[in-house]
């Protein structure tokens, strides 16, 4: 085996030993120590795709070029330092390489709120952390590396993974349910349910406090990782934008509309989905139906709507000179 690939078992079996420590100190070890075997595992395969002779070319943070003797051009690593996270997903997206990063995100996510805030360091919160790791360790493991997890790994340790990914599922599931019985006032986020996420560590696991409530303006939420409670204002915006991140994204890019707006009735931002007609306040329930200025026929946004009627921003400036 190379010294990378056993650099990456090494540190991802040390992290699951110190996942069953009781010792609150060792959650942060943990999920360090399965994070960096995560990348290392990303190292082996940019090793593997290096060409021979290249110094390992991929794997280095820096490419110097290089004449070779008969005069042509080749690349060659150089430096101390290898590619870090960023890079790896660069060079992977580079090299035709796909994997689903959300969950190694994720991760990332949990060590630097551990790291910076330093809250609980519970149980939930490592189940949570290496469930994820689970699911990317697999993909990276059996598609990428195309090796098999548990011969790879060891047994037991696999297998504490795979408890890991299973336990958070179970989480998962009975935080949902106890979202299930809500009835969202926008239709949008009744799509978005899947999005909830806690604003705070970003930890899916959020439950209601009140199982039987139905009602959106009455929930309150608990995220069961870093305990932060709030309202539907706190968790509605964000699904939202989450779920309709692909929109908001091209609005960015291609100078769409901007798929969520600012609700002028409750005040709050991004509170009401623009698209396929809805345009109602995911907080509030007002409505904004569709409008275009009645001289120059130009779309109104929603502000002009609450705040002007039926004229767009500059016609209303005009119409108040004329008087
Ligand atoms: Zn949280
Ligand atoms: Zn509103
Ligand atoms: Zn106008």
């Keep these: 085996m190379d010294t990378i690939l056993s650099n990456a078992?090494?540190?991802?079996?040390?992290?699951?030993?110190d996942s069953k420590s009781p010792d609150p100190r060792r959650v942060l070890s943990a999920i360090r120590n399965v994070q960096a075997g995560i990348l290392l595992l990303c190292k082996e395969k940019l090793r593997l795709l290096s060409p021979l002779g290249s110094d390992e070319v991929l794997v280095r943070e820096r490419i110097a070029p290089h004449l070779n003797a008969a005069g042509e051009?080749?690349?060659?690593g150089t430096g101390p330092k290898t590619v870090d996270q960023h890079q790896i997903k660069e060079r992977f997206k580079t090299l035709g390489v796909k994997v689903n990063w959300g969950p190694l995100d994720k991760l990332t996510g949990y060590r630097n709120n551990l790291e910076h805030y330093a809250f609980s360091g519970a149980r939930s919160e490592l189940t949570?952390?290496?469930g994820q790791a689970a699911v990317i360790i697999q993909e990276l493991v059996e598609d990428v590396l195309a090796l098999?997890?548990?011969s790879l790994l060891g047994a037991?340790?696999?297998?504490?993974?795979l408890e890991s990914e299973a336990l958070y599922e179970l989480a998962l599931t009975k935080c949902r349910y106890t979202i299930a019985a809500i009835r969202w006032i926008s239709p949008a986020m009744g799509q978005a349910v899947e999005d909830i996420e806690c604003s705070v560590c970003g930890s899916q696991l959020i439950e209601q406090a009140d199982v039987t409530n139905t009602d959106q303006r009455r929930a309150t939420f608990r995220c069961i990782v870093c305990h932060m409670e709030c309202s539907a204002e706190e968790i509605v915006p964000f699904a939202l934008s989450k779920h309709l991140f692909a929109d908001a994204?091209?609005?960015m890019t291609d100078g769409g509309e901007?798929?969520?707006?600012?609700?002028?009735?409750?005040?709050?931002a991004g509170a009401i989905?623009?698209?396929?007609?809805?345009?109602?306040?995911a907080l509030c329930g007002d409505g904004f139906p569709e409008a275009s200025c009645a001289v120059c026929h130009a779309a109104l946004s929603v502000d002009e709507i609450s705040e002007n009627g039926s004229l767009c921003a500059y016609h209303l400036h005009q119409a108040l000179k004329d008087d």
């Design 128 to 130: 949570e952390a290496l």
């Design 258 to 268: 901007w798929p969520l707006g600012d609700c002028p009735s409750c005040g709050v």
């Design 148 to 150: 098999d997890p548990a």
């Design 9 to 17: 078992v090494q540190s991802i079996q040390i992290g699951m030993e």
């Design 73 to 76: 051009l080749t690349f060659r």
């Design 156 to 161: 037991d340790c696999w297998e504490a993974l």
């Design 273 to 281: 989905p623009l698209g396929e007609g809805e345009r109602i306040c």
């Design 249 to 251: 994204y091209l609005a």
